[in-house]
């Protein structure tokens, strides 16, 4: 078989990459949640480059914001240059853009803090919030990110995953638990995901953190996938009857206003049940 031509556009590829740069985006992405302070030596293990090299993008990271250094001197964590950067590209998304003000009318209408939430592989992202001056104060901002299957917020963005896509992204016999609720296997995760489909929306008390209930439903686009969770945060775990059925509609008919706005038009049979439901 000839390969030419796939190893001309490789090369042809490398020849416009710029090491420095790609070294330099790695190194940034070497910090994490768990991890927000390294050492020069320890990046340099990580990255496999030579100590002065790494010496060379600090110095330059450091000097445009990206990276600081940590209380003592020795160690750095990045910069609010990343941050800057961050919510300029969640501001960028037509996603949150279309659905803040749905979030914050949402909020007036219900009396409790929305949120919007993207999947990033296993976690979840905050992508937009509106929040009520309540003395309850949520620990989730903007930015922050959570794991997918132990969440509300989660199931409702893994629905449309197949079990074998599943067991691609969690290719771990036992899931990691941080509730009485959290799914212990991907089987269990699967089933969960399934009943939530079918019911349409998710609605769980405590599911994550003790105290507080979350609603979720989901956004779809033009193709039907399922993009985005939008979801109300209730620290009161004895609300139900008729004002639970009133917020899970409200909120369902948020999600829904959001997904023709993004160009989603549900099958005749999705509309029927949809009717039926409410």
């Given at each position: 078989?000839n390969n030419?031509?796939?190893q ?10 710029v090491p420095g ?11 994490s949640r ?22 060379r993008?600090?110095?330059?990271l450091e000097r445009?914001?990206?990276?600081e250094r940590?209380?003592g001197?020795?160690?750095?964590r990045?910069?609010?240059a ?6 300029e590209?969640l501001?960028?998304?037509e ?8 979030l914050?009318r949402?909020?007036?209408?219900i ?5 919007l939430?993207?999947r990033?592989a296993?976690?979840i ?5 509106s ?6 104060v ?5 930015g922050?990110r959570l ?8 199931r409702?963005l ?16 036992h899931?990691k638990?941080y509730s009485?609720?959290?799914?212990h ?5 699967f089933n ?6 079918e019911r ?11 105290g ?8 779809r ?5 399922v993009?985005a969770?939008l979801?109300?945060t209730i620290?009161?775990?004895?609300i139900g ?6 917020i ?9 206003e959001?997904?023709r706005?993004?160009d ?10 949809n009717l039926?439901?409410?």
């Amino acid at each position: 078989m000839n390969n030419k031509p796939e190893q001309a556009e490789d090369d042809s590829a490398d020849k416009y990459t710029v090491p420095g740069l790609e070294r330099g985006l790695r190194l940034l992405c070497e910090f994490s949640r768990n991890e927000k302070t390294l050492s020069a030596p320890e990046l340099a293990k990580r990255l496999d480059v030579p100590r002065s090299t790494v010496f060379r993008l600090l110095t330059t990271l450091e000097r445009m914001g990206f990276v600081e250094r940590a209380e003592g001197g020795r160690d750095y964590r990045l910069g609010m240059a990343v941050l800057r950067m961050g919510f300029e590209y969640l501001a960028s998304l037509e996603l949150t853009e279309i659905g803040r003000p749905l979030l914050e009318r949402l909020r007036d209408e219900i009396g409790y803090s929305t949120t919007l939430v993207v999947r990033d592989a296993r976690n979840i992202v905050y992508v937009a919030k509106s929040s009520t001056p309540a003395p309850f104060v949520s620990t989730v901002n903007v930015g922050t990110r959570l794991p997918a299957h132990a969440t509300v917020l989660g199931r409702v963005l893994l629905q449309d995953l197949t079990l074998p896509q599943l067991r691609e992204l969690y290719p771990e016999e036992h899931l990691k638990v941080y509730s009485d609720s959290t799914p212990h296997t991907v089987l269990d995760l699967f089933n969960l995901l399934q009943q939530d489909r079918e019911r349409g929306y998710v609605w769980e008390q405590g599911f994550f953190e003790r105290g507080i209930s979350t609603m979720a439903a989901p956004v779809r686009d033009h193709s039907g996938k399922v993009v985005a969770a939008l979801g109300a945060t209730i620290p009161d775990q004895n609300i139900g009857g008729e004002q639970l059925e009133r917020i899970v509609a409200q909120v369902r008919g948020s999600a829904g206003e959001l997904s023709r706005l993004l160009d989603h038009a549900p099958t005749e049979t999705a509309q029927i049940v949809n009717l039926w439901q409410r």
